[in-house]
Nanobody
Framework: EVQLQASGGGLVQAGGSLRLSCAAS????????IGWFRQAPGKEREGVSC????????LYGDSVKGRFTISSDNAKNTVYLQMNSLKPEDTAVYYC?????????????????WGQGTQVTVSS
């Protein structure tokens, strides 16, 4: 059974940091890219970042470049999203997902498996 377990969300003040984790199981981790997405109330799901488990290449959405860092521990089948300099507009439910495609992308429709979300709230 494929499982993607996101954790690490919480409430933080603007300017603060959080680290999200995505623990994956039930599929060959090294064959997939893992992406982070977020969805705020009333808004469409937005691609945040992704990482290739094959070669470690990464991609970031424009709104998080320079503030968020994605990394992967293939031995633990876990991907992390370090979020620094958080802003109130980063408030959303954050999801992780897995994509078997060979090209790196953060388009939600391209992803095969999804985990449950974790809430991130940034207060001003």
């Amino acid at each position: 059974e494929v499982q993607l377990q996101a954790s690490g969300g919480g409430l933080v003040q603007a300017g603060g940091s959080l680290r999200l984790s995505c623990a994956a199981s039930g599929f060959t981790f090294d064959d997939y890219a893992i992406g982070w997405f977020r969805q705020a109330p009333g808004k469409e799901r937005e691609g945040v970042s992704c990482i290739s488990s094959r070669d470690g290449s990464t991609l970031y959405g424009d709104s998080v470049k320079g503030r968020f860092t994605i990394s992967s521990d293939n031995a633990k089948n876990t991907v992390y999203l370090q979020m620094n300099s958080l802003k109130p507009e980063d408030t959303a439910v954050y999801y992780c997902a897995a994509d078997s495609d060979s090209w790196l992308n953060i388009q939600p429709d391209e992803y095969d498996y999804w985990g449950q979300g974790t809430q991130v709230t940034v207060s001003s």
